[in-house]
């Protein structure tokens, strides 16, 4: 059976899950009835979307790294999801943060527990003020300054650890551990190197022979030891380089840290891969080990006193793939084998190959043993190559279903990648991509984003396919938002060539909103990924016009004083589990987000409005909760806080489909105002039933 295919012509057909598509050239014509179901579709799209959260996605916790989103695929495991709050077009607008010292806006972006934003800085790396007009340091690292040079960090593969330290690989075959904060949180203005290990040599030493791949990517298990992988973007087996994988014990990186030497002869273990392998993406983690994917084979290894091989299961390729004479691309993929980094699940490793078509594979986490495999983004015409590059979204619903998304990104890779003189570790602008991409964007790149489930079942696990687009061409490095159910992404209307933000309903697939950036070909958002702010309310994108983007929801406003605007960065939506209200002072259930906004320049009190949607139920059984200066939840009284309509209608009944606003009157020094500034009010509530 076909997979279901929505075209521009078919978006807001049918709302029901189907395993069956058809292509956009055999769209059947409208009926009477459709016709008007699609009018009214269309207009819901100019409200707020509806909140369709998913559970949170089921995943260990690394006491090795930060909590939350710590790298840029937001976890060990890679997920490229999160449980953080994204914007839900209430009346949604776009802010820029300019660059003026970078010859890109920030590429990547992760945060501290501080939520600090992490980001590239001149080849270091630097903690930034992204929502500020102008970016603006507030500290950083730079090799030119600091170390005398002669190598960048690759911050592609860098992360945050439990301590708030940044672990980052280097083109130099190092690894770096950097201090960037006190133990208060307070930024230190010149981050503190604290470790500095030179792994190729540490290799090559336990080895007793040259790497000739040099470090790509690096990670921590569970135990705190530092996995590594050297390769590159291209690993072209028949060009015989030596390559190795492995691991820096626990105890000699704390022997660094608390100011001792280790010995590296006893401490570096290594894994002597087959001439011709080598890793091309990153590495992921869980309790069961290290996961690394190489341009042949999935390894599952575990740190005992050596490198212990748990499993090892090779994976077919056709090799790298490049643009033919004639084709609309001039570019290609990125890798020789597989181009994402495994995915994990609890139970299942999940990665693509490079076959024609290519295939999403799901390994048992345990054995290695491959358990389901199914052909994705495999109906395109006969013209159209696939090459997944970026790492897929995967979602445990804790439910022993395991959704993958998956994006095509042919025609973005540089075609240099295939000359043999080529260090594709180097993961720069010029040694990455094609440089017609960079200025045409995505009319250069072939489409193609499909969601495929993994179902656990009494017989095994089965994959199928739940729904594909053909009309999105999309690089952007999609995000998943578990608590309001969308799939974020950036992309460029290929007929027009307007650049969008967009979100994909994630159980239809669906375009349920997207919002016009420019038209302007340096508005290529370069292949990078979507990053998610800790503010609960903040879509990051870079593009090449050096301007960092974000959306954001005008979620809070003054009725009072409507001309005044107040700053979203300053305004904060999370989730709050039942278990945090409850130990806060909340009575009965947890009932909305927790919303927070400062009010500045006020004098004496104000009135502040929560636009909110996905409450229901009677409004007598609501009651609004409220921060204090000691931590606590406590009850607002009725007469300071009302909910209402838009129109001011007050209800009854609520609908988790309407558009409500909280109001609440806070006073200036009053019991929740949590600001000890004169003039300044935060006010940080939440509703429960």
Known sequence: MKKRILTIGALLLSVSLMTGCTSGGSQKEETKQEKTENKENTAKLTNAMPVKPLTSKVIDENPYMVKGDTNIHHDCYNTDSTDEILPLAIYPEIN?????????????????????????LQGGLA???????ETTTMGYYSPAKHDGGGYVIQSSYSFVDESNRLVCPTSNNHVLMLKATDESGNVLPEFEKVLDIDIKAAAESVLGKTLDQNLLSVVFDYDGNLWFATGGFRIYPDRK???????????????ILNGGEADLANSVFVYDLEPGEGAENGIAASKEGAVILTNQNCYLLQAENGVKKVWQTPYESVGAKDSKKGDETTGGGLAWGSGCSPSLSKNLVMFTDNQNPVNLIALDMKTGKKVASHPVIDELAEDMQVSVENSAIVYDNGDDTVSTVVCNWFGAGSANLAKADNDSS???????????????GNQMIMPGVERVDTVKTKD???MKSIWCRDDIRDTSMMKLSTATGYIYGYVQDVKSGMWQYIALDFETGKTAFSMDVASRPGYNNMAIGMYAGSSGNSLYCPTGCLELLRLQDRFVYLPEIPYRKLNLDKAQRNVMSQETYAAAGGKGEVASWLNTVTVERITSDAEVAFRMKGISGSTKELKLYAYTSDG?????????????????TEPAKLSENTLYEVHIRVEDGGAYDLSGNEKEIKASVVLGK
Do not use: C
Request: hydrophobic share 35%; no cysteine; net charge negative.
């Open 127 to 133: 903690i930034r003020d992204i929502n500020a007009e």
């Open 632 to 648: 606590t939840l406590k009850e607002v009284p009725s007469k300071l806080w009302h909910i209402q309509e838009e129109n001011g």
């Open 426 to 440: 180097v993961q720069s602008y010029a040694n990455i991509y094609d440089v017609n991409w960079l200025k045409g």
């Open 241 to 255: 380089q030596q390559g190795a994988i492995g691991y820096i014990s626990r105890t000699a990186i704390d022997t």
């Open 460 to 462: 095994g696990y089965k």
């Open 96 to 120: 820029v943060s300019y660059e003026t010292v970078n010859a890109n806006a920030s590429p990547a972006i992760f945060f501290d527990s501080y939520g600090h934003a992490v980001v590239p």
